[in-house]
């Protein structure tokens, strides 16, 4: 009887540990390379969301050099051409629909590393009929920016 009520409580703090490594690790796994283009990524999301491109020519040339300058290539080579694009934006519109493939193969990126859970959040817009990571569960629509700036929904 002793051995049955010591096993219960081990067994539930040995599925804690285990449920805490792997959310630590999801966290964990965007690091380096990927969590720099992230961040700069963001810093991008945040300008389009308020309708300016202040610093998003800057912030995506990092994101290519991050790609670039990556010995380990876990980024795709796309990501540095998208990004490339998006630096060349030469207005909001234009700089706009550069986003929306650079946001899809950093999702993809995540998706398939099954990285960043709780850190980057994915929206979609219906209007844009694109989708983008964001850190904050508010929705801050670079698509539509001031005019619409919740339009959208959280997809994790």
Not at 23 to 44: C, M, Q, T
Not at 53 to 62: F, N, S
Not at 80 to 103: G, I, V
Not at 112 to 122: L, P, Q, S
Request: aromatic share 6%.
């Amino acid at each position: 009887m002793k051995m049955k009520s010591l096993i219960t409580p081990l067994a539930a703090a040995l599925m804690f540990l285990v449920n805490t490594n792997v959310r630590a690790a999801d966290s964990a796994a965007v690091g380096g390379p990927a969590k720099s283009v992230l961040d700069h990524y963001l810093k991008i999301q945040a300008q389009l969301a308020k309708d300016s491109t202040k610093g998003v020519g800057v912030e995506a040339a990092a994101i290519a050099n991050a790609v670039n300058n990556d010995a380990t290539k876990a980024l795709p080579a796309d990501v540095a051409k998208q990004a490339d694009a998006l630096a060349n934006a030469k207005d909001l519109e234009s700089a706009r629909q550069a986003f929306k493939p650079l946001s899809a193969s950093l999702i993809k990126y995540l998706a398939d590393n099954k990285a960043g859970r709780g850190v980057y959040h994915e929206a979609f817009c219906p209007m844009a009929n694109a989708s983008w990571l964001q850190s904050g569960k508010d929705i801050k629509n670079p698509y539509m920016g001031k005019i619409m700036l919740d339009c959208g929904e959280l997809k994790n």
